[in-house]
């Protein structure tokens, strides 16, 4: 087989090149290159010939007065192969923090517009601020085109979705995946029959732009561990490589990825980093903008430009609101909807976009703005982790129209709910019925609260009802990471357990948590391996293991496969039932053609809600059907220490049917066909700490 060394010349010949577009683009005649850098009097273009390459078997020389547009440099090398790599270097007074220009000079530098990155010759601890160069870098790979982008995107909604949040390393990785390619988009598309089976809509992926996996504390370092979670991006074009058979083809395997579950009706949401970089503060790596952009690219001090403000926890805050930095965002978003078939995006922390140049709170912030006017993003969801490291916190409140949001407020009411907290009833039925008083006043909807239980940050649902405390000894950090407020009840044991009533009353808890998640109005969020109750024994900040303590174990104990099939149910159960799926807020009055108010909210008696007792743990209501001929669901949740007779409403010429009890043992904890589901009159007994819903027939 012919090396890559023998594929390509020793050297290729040049024309200036175009400014458009930026990055390395495949033109007629060769490959075109350009980057944006202020600052540098001349730059070079390094090539190798593959990812294994050592030495580069070109260097390109880039001169003001043919290769220089406004701030953009730009070259052609004529017919130049594909899968050949490429860094850039760049002279002149860089003002790069804590680096002589000379040094800095030496550094090879990431294209920030690379479709494909190499992680082959990239060691961070010597990348950062060391004065030697050597030939230790990131590169970027000359990708094959992927053909013309989609100029019209369809409009996607989440009005009837289902998020489930995965990583796609850990879905595959374990050996019980059986998957031929462990920890890669080609991976999870072997385990698609097992998503399509579940039921959800939507994935949405933990980071896939290409991360730092180096980027984490020297305590872990010194463990061994690396960046697993993905929150710490250098090359937002680029599919992340180690997710890839091949990196060359990195967008093309994300591509096939997305169209595989877009063949099985699911969707695909991306959880991006725009908030910060991997480049961290002023002694962390110089990958790329420090040199190119470093002043427009990140917040950094008005009388210090070393000086870089921190509002994420990671050393940098992305300038979003500057205009090429805004521009550099949206055409990158476009991109991944446009050419990658992406569905839609969840932005973590995304309080950041609301702050100006020198971290101050914007009250118009044009970024968030911008995207809703993008013809390409005002069509995809846009969901805002509505907090930052730095204070701000906008649940209810993000700037602009259509924006979603992850409802921290659900999470913890409804943890503290049913962990057992009194006195948090009228709480509770504002999260269950779309938590208006966070979105109606000013338009939004129920589907802009993104409901979840439990996140990839934080315990797993089998942790929540397991542990008091955390855990996080194995991240090196003597157990000082992670919340310790976690809002959770580990039902009278610490840990594993072998004591059956305390088991029994874990699962009861899981299936309860579960059950008024997808019972809710918003849109559920599930956290991957929650419906197999997967544990991470007690650590609630698992960034770092990427190991079998965060792996989905594909092994099945029975109560394992018992809640998954409870959760498939519970799914098809929301499925069935447009009334938990409303498009606007619930009123308390009867729709057009209905006899029924949309809803009615009870206590142990009818219309006698225990919202303001104080010591109330039990709450009641019935939605009349929303969708011709569906049936009413009533739906009862006691978390009392104790049984409770709950007093059903009267039907005419009809009865109620017990489909869901969360404190029945399997099957019976879930009954799919209604005509073989327990008959109940007048008074529903309800277990302690369990939910029940019943379905008229």
């Given at each position: 087989m012919e090396s890559p060394e023998a594929r390509v010349r020793r050297s290729y010949g040049t024309q200036p090149g175009s400014r458009f577009p930026i990055g390395a683009t495949v033109v007629q005649g060769g490959v075109n290159f350009c980057t944006f850098c202020r600052h540098a009097t001349h730059l070079e273009l390094l090539l190798y010939a593959s990812e294994e390459s050592v030495e580069p078997f070109q260097i390109v020389a880039l001169t003001r007065e043919a290769n220089r547009t406004f701030f953009f440099w730009h070259v052609l090398v004529e017919d130049l192969p594909l899968r050949c790599c490429y860094t850039w270097r760049a002279h002149g007074p860089l003002r790069v923090p804590q680096m002589s220009d000379e040094a800095a000079s030496r550094k090879e530098l990431l294209d920030p517009h690379a479709r494909g990155v190499s992680d082959r010759f990239y060691q961070r601890r010597q990348a950062a601020v060391a004065e030697t160069a050597g030939h230790v870098s990131l590169r970027a790979i000359v990708t094959e085109p992927l053909g013309a982008p989609r100029q019209d995107v369809d409009v996607r909604t989440l009005d009837d979705a289902i998020i489930y949040e995965l990583h796609v390393g850990g879905f595959t990785r374990h050996p019980s995946s059986g998957v031929r390619q462990p920890g890669t988009f080609a991976g999870l598309i072997e385990k698609i029959p097992y998503l399509k089976a579940l039921g959800v809509t939507h994935v949405e992926l933990l980071p896939v732009m290409a991360f730092d996996e180096q980027d984490i504390p020297a305590f872990a370092a010194a463990r061994g561990l690396c960046n697993y979670w993905g929150y710490s991006t250098h090359s937002f074009y680029s599919p992340h490589p180690r997710y890839c058979v091949e990196p060359a083809r990195a967008p093309q395997e994300f591509r096939q990825f997305v169209d595989a579950l877009h063949d099985a009706g699911i969707r695909v949401l991306l959880d991006v980093v725009f908030n910060h970089t991997s480049e961290a503060g002023k002694d962390g790596?110089?990958?790329?903008?420090?040199?190119?952009?470093?002043?427009?690219?990140?917040?950094?001090?008005?009388?210090?430009?070393?000086?870089?403000?921190?509002?994420?926890?990671?050393?940098?805050?992305?300038?979003?609101?500057?205009?090429?930095?805004?521009?550099?965002?949206?055409?990158?978003?476009?991109?991944?909807?446009?050419?990658?078939?992406?569905?839609?995006?969840?932005?973590?922390?995304?309080?950041?976009?609301?702050?100006?140049?020198?971290?101050?709170?914007?009250?118009?912030?044009?970024?968030?703005?911008?995207?809703?006017?993008?013809?390409?993003?005002?069509?995809?969801p846009l969901i805002a982790e509505a907090w930052d490291a730095g204070g701000l916190y906008h649940v209810g409140a993000f700037p602009g129209m259509a924006w979603a949001e992850w409802n921290g407020r659900y999470r913890d009411v409804i943890r503290r709910f049913v962990r057992g907290d009194p006195g948090i009833v009228g709480e509770v039925c504002t999260c269950i019925a779309g938590s208006a008083d966070l979105y109606q006043d000013d338009g939004r909807l129920p589907a802009n609260s993104i409901n979840f239980v439990t996140c990839h940050d934080g315990f797993t649902l089998n942790d929540l009802v397991s542990y008091d405390t955390k855990h996080n000894e194995a991240n090196g950090e003597d157990n000082r990471d992670g919340s310790n407020d976690n809002l959770s009840w580990n039902c009278g044991a610490e840990g594993e357990s072998g004591d059956p009533a305390i088991i029994g009353l874990r699962l009861r808890q899981a299936r309860n948590f579960m059950a008024i998640l997808l019972l809710s109005q918003g849109v559920p969020m599930l956290l991957a391996g929650d419906e197999i109750l997967r544990s991470q024994r007690g650590n609630n900040n698992a960034f770092c293991q990427d190991n079998a303590l965060s792996w989905m174990d594909w092994r099945l104990p029975d109560d394992a496969r018992d809640m998954l099939r409870f959760v498939r149910e519970m799914i098809a159960l929301r499925k069935r039932h447009a009334s938990l799926r409303r498009r606007r807020f619930l009123t308390g009055r009867p729709e057009s053609g209905q006899t029924h108010p949309d809803v009615a909210w009870?206590?142990?008696?009818?219309?006698?809600?225990?919202?303001?007792?104080?010591?109330?743990?039990?709450?009641?209501?019935?939605?009349?059907?929303?969708?011709?001929?569906?049936?009413?669901?009533?739906?009862?949740?006691?978390?009392?220490?104790?049984?409770?007779?709950?007093?059903?409403?009267?039907?005419?010429?009809?009865?109620?049917?017990?489909?869901?009890?969360?404190?029945?043992?399997?099957?019976?904890?879930?009954?799919?066909?209604?005509?073989?589901?327990?008959?109940?009159?007048?008074?529903c007994r309800v277990e302690a700490r369990s939910v029940v819903v019943l379905e008229s027939l």
């Open positions: 790596p110089l990958i790329h903008f420090k040199v190119f952009a470093n002043e427009a690219f990140y917040q950094v001090d008005t009388n210090d430009a070393r000086h870089y403000r921190d509002y994420t926890g990671c050393g940098n805050t992305v300038n979003c609101n500057h205009p090429l930095v805004s521009a550099f965002i949206m055409r990158c978003l476009e991109y991944w909807v446009r050419d990658l078939g992406v569905d839609g995006f969840r932005f973590d922390l995304a309080s950041v976009f609301a702050r100006g140049a020198q971290g101050e709170l914007l009250p118009t912030p044009p970024l968030p703005w911008a995207m809703e006017a993008s013809p390409v993003l005002a069509r995809v009870h206590g142990e008696r009818l219309d006698e809600p225990a919202w303001h007792d104080r010591g109330a743990r039990f709450v009641a209501l019935t939605l009349a059907g929303h969708a011709p001929d569906e049936p009413m669901l009533h739906i009862v949740l006691n978390m009392n220490d104790d049984a409770r007779d709950a007093a059903l409403p009267v039907l005419d010429h009809r009865s109620w049917r017990r489909i869901v009890d969360t404190s029945a043992e399997a099957p019976r904890d879930i009954v799919p066909d209604s005509e073989t589901a327990d008959i109940e009159r007048g008074v």
